[in-house]
DNA sequence: GTGAGAATCACCTGAAAGGGGGATGGCGTA
DNA sequence: TACGCCATCCCCCTTTCAGGTGATTCTCAC
């Protein structure tokens, strides 16, 4: 099934030790792949990588103390070359958008069979991407979808400079309007997302991609 | 190579005309998909989508006006079942996770060929998530991440209680001490990110996925 | 042409945030 | 031990923001 002799070198990341465990013996199954380390934390892990430099890390998104996400985010910035697979036991889209934005070219269910896990590790060890089969949009996240408010293109504007950290003159400025009308935007904004104040505002119109 | 004997049938949207012809001649060379229709902006999309209710959308993200993020998100709204595909003719991740996290299920390049596309329709329609095959991680994007700022823990638990939208006094209650310290973590915080307000704070730590 | 919504401008008040400064204890490490 | 870093607390002052209320123009659709 391999192409090339060279074993995969893998790291594994969990903080359950059951985890970690089962992963050990389900990997010592295939041939291919040479397990360089277990780490329980993100900082055993950039240990380990620092030594090892595997070709792959299989990381857990959700750890105490550093995420997964992050630990991505550490990964790629320090060692550029090394792979991240995360894995996680629930389907959250957001889950899988944000371990992408932050290097992982891989998504697994930790529910994966030996074959999917097997699939995804050739796969991104060829350089490919590879996400979990198991997507298909569960009822209760789509529900969880808040809809967001209707804004003037006006407000997108002021929105906009907002979050670039303009202050109302320097908008009003900008726009060419009055620094009231840049305040009766501004309090516009926050009506209309139902929160009371710039920091809310901000989180919620970044999440939705509206900057 | 179908399962069924049912056409799949699809939605293309893209603002260059060009590119819809293209997208047509080629599809029509896919005896099992059936061209619903073509749009050249999101508002036409959204039409056409209430009409035809087509399996899959397939969509530019590059668009005036409205760009395919926003039109992925306004189907996932409006049309659950409607699986949306995007298009881009960049390599950016950041597109890529954009995409996911406003429900898109696949990622194309332009540049793919038949065979690709192909096979992203099929496994899309199959219920699959499909990523475009060459993401191997370029270069320009990889200094384009700009590093941030260490935090410490206390100062993590601040900024998170801001993003929440709590003032310096309801922090300062929910961490018992003082406002005076609230204060003092804040001004460390915009320091450490180089900003000058919380806005831009806020959609920086977003961004990276801190909160 | 009436009405709804958008965009504009205005005034007021109090709370909150931003920008300086300085100070103390604790804790780990060089 | 001495230094750096963190967390804590305190003061000053100015600017900005949030909440309330009200009004005028303009456009677009009905």
Redesign the interface.
Known sequence: MMSTTEKISLLVVDDHPMVLEGMRSMLAQFGYVHLTGLASNAWEAMDLIKQERPHIVLTDINMPEVSG??LA?KI??EF?GVKVIAMSTFKE??Y???M????A?GYLLKSASREEIEEALLRVYE???Y???H???TEPE?QE?K??PVLTSREKEVLQL????C?NPEIAKRLFISLHTVDTHRKNLLTKFN?????????IA????L?
Do not use: C, F, W
């Open positions: 996400i992050e985010e790629r910035r550029p889209r957001s899988i958008a944000q992408i934005q932050h290097g070219v350089g490919y991407m996400m979990s089969h997507l298909h949009m789509q979808t809809q967001l907002i979050s670039d950290g202050t929160v009371n104040n710039t920091a809310l505002l901000i989180k970044t999440k939705a991609a900057l």
